[in-house]
């Protein structure tokens, strides 16, 4: 494994402005972004990539970005709502600025097939239940209710959000292509992906049959081949343990929270290709 750079690897990274992520989702990288992100930002590369993009908890935290960027998630609801973002988000904001936070058109959007929708209507969808859902969750969403605040979706905070989230996806290339397929075609040497699949025992979260236990196994051997450098975020578990011994592996620590439900502590793992204790 490499983990020293050479000269032609040095960039110049460019200030971004950090923004939260739009919506929330399961697995989101609130906490764990702030020990996530630095280590990022010490590894010299000039692509920086994302295969398992969610509502990007980690690529919109970040502080600096090289001169080339990719997302990619297999989600097309997802990839949809950012296309529509980064290309038409004054249509998206009049779309939403006269919704409110009901548990009945939240129902009713869940009941809406997207592919009857046009691409704007599909991102307004998406947008709307993901900010309504309890907990984040992506899989089997119930309306989120918490009497101790105001409601989830506020269109006077979320529509600058929206033009915050344009600005900051100009120029970043959109995919929605299988995890292997994005990798392969964006490695390069000076490449760094930042991965952050499905953890283990949760390959369902996210939709039956989008992950297996399977593609820990070919991930670690796509991997193993890739020129670029990768840091990933997993949970820590002996199967994982196992599965990716042959690259640095670093504890770290997070808190797990969901809907109204006190924080537990949890052990995660950072597994790279680049010696992150020397960082």
Same mark, same amino acid.
């Given at each position: 494994?490499?983990?020293?750079?050479?000269?032609?690897?040095?960039?110049?990274?460019?200030?971004?402005?950090?923004?939260? =992520?739009?919506?929330?989702?399961?697995?989101?990288?609130? /906490?764990?972004?702030?020990?996530?992100?630095?280590? !990022? &930002?010490?590894? @010299?590369?000039?692509?920086?990539?994302?295969?398992?993009?969610?509502?990007?908890?980690?690529?919109?935290?970040?502080?600096?970005?090289?001169?080339?960027?990719?997302?990619?998630?297999?989600?097309?609801?997802?990839?949809?709502?950012?296309?529509?973002?980064?290309?038409?988000?004054?249509?998206?904001?009049?779309?939403?600025?006269?919704?409110?936070?009901?548990?009945?058109?939240?129902?009713?959007?869940?009941?809406?097939?997207?592919?009857?929708?046009?691409?704007?209507?599909?991102?307004?969808?998406?947008?709307?239940?993901?900010?309504?859902?309890?907990?984040?969750?992506?899989?089997?969403?119930?309306?989120?209710?918490?009497?101790?605040?105001?409601?989830?979706?506020? =269109?006077?905070?979320?529509?600058?959000?929206?033009?915050? /989230?344009?600005?900051?996806?100009?120029?970043?290339? !959109? &995919?929605?292509? @299988?995890?292997?397929?994005?990798?392969?075609?964006?490695?390069?040497?000076?490449?760094?992906?930042?991965?952050?699949?499905?953890?283990?025992?949760?390959?369902?979260?996210?939709?039956?049959?989008?992950?297996?236990?399977?593609?820990?196994?070919?991930?670690?051997?796509?991997?193993?081949?890739?020129?670029?450098?990768?840091?990933?975020?997993?949970?820590?578990?002996?199967?994982?343990?196992?599965?990716?011994?042959?690259?640095?592996?670093?504890?770290?620590?997070?808190?797990?929270?969901?809907?109204?439900?006190?924080?537990?502590?949890?052990?995660?793992?950072?597994?790279?290709?680049?010696?992150?204790?020397?960082?």
């Amino acid at each position: 494994m490499r983990t020293e750079s050479t000269k032609k690897d040095i960039i110049n990274f460019e200030s971004v402005k950090p923004l939260n =992520p739009i919506a929330p989702y399961l697995g989101g990288k609130r /906490l764990l972004a702030k020990t996530i992100v630095p280590i !990022i &930002e010490k590894i @010299p590369h000039n692509i920086y990539c994302e295969p398992f993009m969610g509502m990007g908890g980690v690529f919109f935290r970040r502080k600096q970005k090289p001169k080339c960027e990719a997302i990619n998630d297999i989600n097309s609801e997802i990839i949809n709502m950012f296309r529509m973002v980064e290309k038409f988000p004054n249509y998206l904001a009049d779309m939403l600025k006269f919704k409110v936070c009901s548990r009945m058109e939240f129902k009713q959007m869940l009941a809406t097939p997207p592919l009857l929708l046009t691409e704007l209507e599909r991102a307004v969808r998406y947008l709307y239940i993901q900010k309504n859902a309890f907990g984040g969750n992506t899989q089997h969403q119930a309306f989120g209710l918490d009497l101790g605040r105001t409601g989830r979706f506020v =269109p006077e905070k979320l529509i600058p959000q929206i033009q915050d /989230l344009h600005q900051r996806l100009a120029g970043v290339y !959109i &995919e929605c292509l @299988p995890y292997q397929d994005f990798i392969t075609r964006y490695d390069r040497s000076d490449t760094l992906f930042y991965l952050d699949p499905p953890y283990w025992n949760c390959e369902n979260d996210y939709g039956r049959g989008v992950f297996s236990k399977n593609d820990f196994d070919e991930l670690a051997k796509l991997l193993k081949r890739i020129k670029g450098k990768f840091i990933m975020s997993i949970n820590d578990v002996p199967e994982i343990r196992c599965i990716f011994k042959a690259f640095y592996i670093k504890e770290v620590q997070t808190t797990y929270t969901t809907g109204l439900q006190p924080g537990k502590k949890a052990n995660e793992l950072l597994i790279s290709n680049v010696d992150l204790s020397r960082l």
